[in-house]
């Protein structure tokens, strides 16, 4: 119906906002399946809060002190009951743990790039190289990419997520990142994309991403790694 209404334009949330609950936008088929997989888990948890909740009111209100002087024997041990709650936790955990895994293999596996960006991460910068292209000088292309200071920032532009140079990737590619730290331990993240990846020293991490609509996508390092983290 949106469709078909051609003066109404999303707005995409790509960015965190104040007293925000939800999840950013998102704009790869990781983050989908991120969302996919919370919004299975919290409906069991939303099962297993109101069962527990009137399990707990109605042994509370039926066997009160008030209400039973005396308990009778048989409603303190049951076979059945036993089994029921040791047995049920261990089906719904199963359940959990199948999409889970699955997810994680998906986000793991890093299906036939066509390009690859190499993320350096230095106390308090990050360093990017195209390796798949050159400059006429015949070297990758790299740059390395500062936060504007709280001072430097115009309007519109968002405390501790912009940036002097922005990295610039194409729609509907599989891009490869390849992740490394320069000093102490950083965490590449983008939250838009589904992206969080650790950059430590003297190892390389790699994991993909495939964007799938055109956007500004801000992400930080999201490990303490000293006074200018971010």
Known sequence: MLKSLNFITPVWNDAPEPWQWAFQD??????????????????????????????????????????????YKYHNHGTLIELIWTITPAFVLVAIAFPSFKLLYLMDEVIDPAMTIKALGHQWYWSYEYSDFVNEDGESIEFDSYLVPTEDLEEGQ?????????????????????????????????????????????????????????????????????????
Request: proline share 3%; aromatic share 10%; with cysteine.
């Open 26 to 71: 998102g704009a790869s088929p990781s983050f989908e399946g991120i969302v996919e997989l919370h919004d299975q888990i919290m409906f069991y948890l939303v099962v297993i809060l109101f069962g527990v909740s009137w399990m707990l009111s109605s042994v509370i209100f039926n066997f009160g002190s008030n209400r039973n002087k005396i308990v």
């Open 158 to 230: 968002l405390r501790l997520l912009e940036v002097d140079n922005r990295v610039v990737v194409p729609v509907g590619t599989h891009i490869r990142f390849i992740v490394t730290g320069a000093d102490v331990i950083h965490s590449f993240a983008v939250p838009s994309l589904g992206l969080k990846i650790d950059a430590i020293p003297g190892r390389l991490n790699q994991t993909s991403v495939l964007v799938e609509r055109e956007g500004v996508y801000y992400g930080q390092c999201s490990e303490i790694c000293g006074v200018h983290h971010g």
